[in-house]
């Protein structure tokens, strides 16, 4: 190039540089390594490479675009707009030929390293790179005075037009590769696997000519309770679908730690499980494919973030040693394995990735929680409370982060609750009561009116009101606390204490009635002491995990909470805090990240620098045992309370009311709460 | 060290280095990088790092070696001397100190690449240097305050203890691996598999405390008739067993080609052909087991040659390709590939290379050939013939090799002779003709006596006299031709122009009487014309390949001459030469390897740089398509004659008369050698 070449102005990022008349904008692109994707190499065929021309003056560049700075429409771009049509004012940077100065823009769309932007304002964008890419390439044909084989030359091919070097191909590629290449015409499409830079790239698929369809991965938050998935585009990183299903390990225990035992007292307990967890895989697999209609070897990549329990079982590691101090796991580090070695029915050559353990009890979720939440990139102090049947708690900064998981039990998700379900249409998620009168109204799944409102009956006929849902519960209990029908302690009041007949003797304990659909053959929904009890224990093992890595830290309080989890996304802070889950802090401080640990296996899914950056996270991050910790029994007792019997909560107090009462008449009711339970799910 | 420290040398190494007074040995010799090999790693275990000391005077080192020069037998030697016996003289290098100047013999035995001495003078020895070696180490037990997974902590003990770094492990590894480590007391020993430099270190296996086994290879020749395969011992690289089957996929076509169109003329045929050699194979590696009396999972590599045909249909590629120009192969890269994914049952773990192809007609058994004769090293200009049912053949030196196969069909394994068989008990092998009565007398396999020598059919009562085997038909027909029963153009003569009734009229030409049994119900033995016709086609074959790479090389005589394959060992130079089977050549320069592909396969089993030797030189070979080379019509032609119609073979000459007879009567019965059939196989 010399200097009375034209210039090319490459927008947004700026690159620029003179090129001869003729050039294409794609070999300009690509010569300055401005990022602009193309999958069939400039062929006019995949329509990746598409650019935005502007014409005029470009004071800031420094240039004048005259109409003529591009060559003319030609005929690739005219058949290629009138098959799929062209966005107007749009060119294929691999036909539109540089013929003077000229600005070009690259759409998002059109750069290989598109940004995913996620919906939450706090969130970083995930940038597009990930492990399977597809290839348009032309392959030499066999020569008999140059011997070499298909593959070679594909390799070739691979290298010269894409620099991809030291390609290889698994032994299922090469069955049907040579069929392949001559239907093909020596034409092909490769879709090439490589999960980090040093490792040698390996081709996985190969259809004849230019393939016009979607590659897709799966990232996968494998829990104790359920088992989510998430099916995105490995092109633009588009989740086309989302579905979950029950963990079927359900049926050998609740929580993890019942899950252990059934191992330990069961021969052949764990790979009965380790069969059943990658069962429901492959049946969440057939439903989200079905969902998305698409066929499931279409599924290049997976990638799964789970607890160390979960993680061992779905191995088929036996996780006897997670039952017991101190707490070891057979492996911590991140994993590459082949889905066909873990009984999954994707692409047969699919490899999955399995993000790092951070210790026994603080797994590869928490792992993705911390890739997705960045407590290490935040300049303030951050709680990440990630809820399940098993929490997992990170507190930290730039500086230095800290983690440790937490027992909370299911509570959260409807389950051990008397009235408890699982989120679904007719479970009653939001609750308001009148101080004054303690009445109670609420809102349930599926219906945008209160319980008072006029049409709800109509509303909720359909769906019925069916049970408490784990947010529920949670606004019940605080709002049962701020309205004076619980007492600190966790003792319902009697009508005479309460002032409310909806409180009744059941049993040896009051219980308040929400609900009595039995006049229409639905059930009656009541909160029962035993229900606060659950309740309290859940969230005092959350409370004292995070107060434990405040002690830790060294601090009182935290700048800010993010409440991640299964139901991050629908919690009320308040409530959450009269209840003393978590830490005193502004409600506006307060914010949901919803499915985190999910979110975290979809960047490290799009993208493999992720996956490295979480790799080197997980070693930085302390972890903090609760289990040999003696301040965590101490926290646990005093976080019973409701919301706490030491911390004193000022911000919670200067907007809340918390009525001082105590319905402990001297019997044995109270004080349960205080009892210790290990329980791990 | 200072200069007053004692010296301690090193033979046969000589280096040589100062250490402090009470150094082990052991770590002497690490530090100077003395090949010293230990699997315990000093602990007095595994006595792999046995040395000899010299004392007195050593003017060539310039020490004098005292007495004292070591520190005294420890308990630790005594325990082992009685446990296991050290030979006298020895020390474990572990155990035994530097005390003041010494001399160290370290016997071959104690070297890590140690030499496997291969039998034959000219053929150079095999260094050892194994894909999967075996390695003891202390675990680090878990810590829950520096939480890490146990197979972490194996990770750093390899890499603290052995220098190992980065070593992952099989997902089957992960399985077992927290109950070994518990059952040793956090001491095992490893398997680790590392095929390349390069390649990250993978532990494959791991025994709880010191495992005093051993592990083993498989050397594999895949053959088109047969298979067969040595068990290495992958400490010192002895053949602990060998045997071998018939490939089953005879059933489907004797040779490659009838096996090709198999495939063509029915769907599935492939596949079927590809499940019957890797059933095949898992019966050998069952009897080859059994035979040495060790579990196959012991076996934890397994290194394949094999021509291009059988190299596609074992790994499930449709050889269709392979029938046809181009010839294009697959792939004709090297692979490593998992003994599962080819349905291998051997180690769980384990990983197969086969090497690389070296054309569509070129396979890695041609590879194995030039790896095991390394033609690519030879100063004088080496033929290597590699005589099967296809002949692989090599031309060259240092400078340039050359290659080509042939198909020389069955005829040279004594498959498609009317009295042929394979070599077995009770087959003939060698003959001679007396020149003046044209009597025949010959041996059999078993028995060392000449069938006109006393006791000859005491001898070989049990076994009978059953047929001809592939390198007694070579004698035979040899001697016919050297006695005048047989004429040049391959007929045999009538009673009367042979003066032998042993040749008789069998159907439109003459056949030789070699033997009949019929009294005792034996067969009856003969040679028919049509035999000779099968043999100057094979013979033909193979010499119009090996003059056709003399016309590359622009010569018309070799230096020497290497005959390798099944019956390499067996075949008589003379014998081959009066044929016409290779060119002339002085007959101390004709020399037999063996079954040279297997010994290549058994040399890249022991020695991972061997691998990357032969990529390397398979590159550098220059490959020659006999079908698209006018000239091997008219060379073929040329040698369907015995020995040729128009070379002059002058040293034969020089040796034996060649009768100059003539039995075309005019007849229609010549000829036939002249046409020209393509048989790979």
Known sequence: MSETDPLVVFTPSGKRGRFPVGTPILTAARQLGVDLDS?????????????????????????????????????????????????????????????????IDVPPESQVHKQVVRKRAE??????????????????????????????????????????????????????????????????????????????????????????GKIFGLAVDLGSTTIAAHLCDLTDGEVVASSGIMNPQIRFGEDLMSRVSYSMMNSGGAAEMTAAVREGMNALFDQISQEAEIDK??????????????????????PFELGQAPFALGTSSSLNLRARDLDLDIHPNADIYILPCIAGHVGADAAAVALSEAPDKSKDLVLVVDVG??????????????????????????????????????AIERVEIDPTTKDVRFKVIGCDLWSDEDGFAEATEATGITGICGSGIIEMVAEMRLTGILDGPGLIGSPEQTGTSRCFLDGRTYSYMVWDGSAEGGPVITVTNRDIREIQMAKAALYSGARLLMDKFGVDEVDRVVLAGAFGAHISPKHAMVLGMIPDAPLDKVTSAGNAAGTGARIALLNTSARREIEQTVHQIHKIETAIEPRFQEHFVNASNIPNAVEPFP?????????????NTGGDTGGEGGRRRRRRG
Chains 1, 2 share one sequence.
């Open 297 to 318: 070897t279409l599924i290049m990549d997976a990638v799964f973030v789970c607890n160390p329990v979960m993680h061992h079982l779905f191995l088929g590691i036996d």
């Open 389 to 426: 049947t098993n929490a997992e708690i990170l507190l930290g900064n730039a500086e230095k982060v800290l983690a440790c998981s937490s027992p909370t039990g299911p509570a959260f998700e409807g389950a051990q609750i008397s009235s408890g379900q699982r989120a679904a249409p007719g």
């Open 39 to 103: 999958v069939c190499g400039g062929r006019g065929i995949c329509s990746k490479c598409q650019i935005t021309p502007s014409y005029g003056e470009f004071p800031k560049h420094g240039v004048t675009v005259a109409d003529s700075a591009l060559s003319e429409w030609n005929s690739v771009e005219a058949r290629y707009d009138e098959k799929r049509g062209l966005i107007s004012g749009r060119r294929l940077g691999c036909q539109a030929q540089v013929m003077g100065d000229v600005v």
């Open 651 to 663: 911000i919670l107090k200067s907007i809340v009311d918390l009525p001082d009462v105590n319905f």
């Open 123 to 212: 969130a970083r964008d995930i940038v597009m790179n990930p492990s399977v890419r597809m290839y348009y390439v032309e392959v030499e044909q066999p020569d008999m005075h140059e011997p070499s084989g298909d593959l070679e030359r594909l390799a070739k091919a691979l290298e010269e037009q894409w620099d991809i070097a030291g390609a290889t191909a698994d032994l299922g590629v090469l069955h049907g590769l040579q069929p392949i290449l001559r239907k093909g015409e020596w034409k092909v499409t490769v879709a090439v696997q490589q999960h980090s830079e040093g490792q040698t790239p390996k081709v996985i698929q190969v259809w004849p000519g230019f393939y016009e």
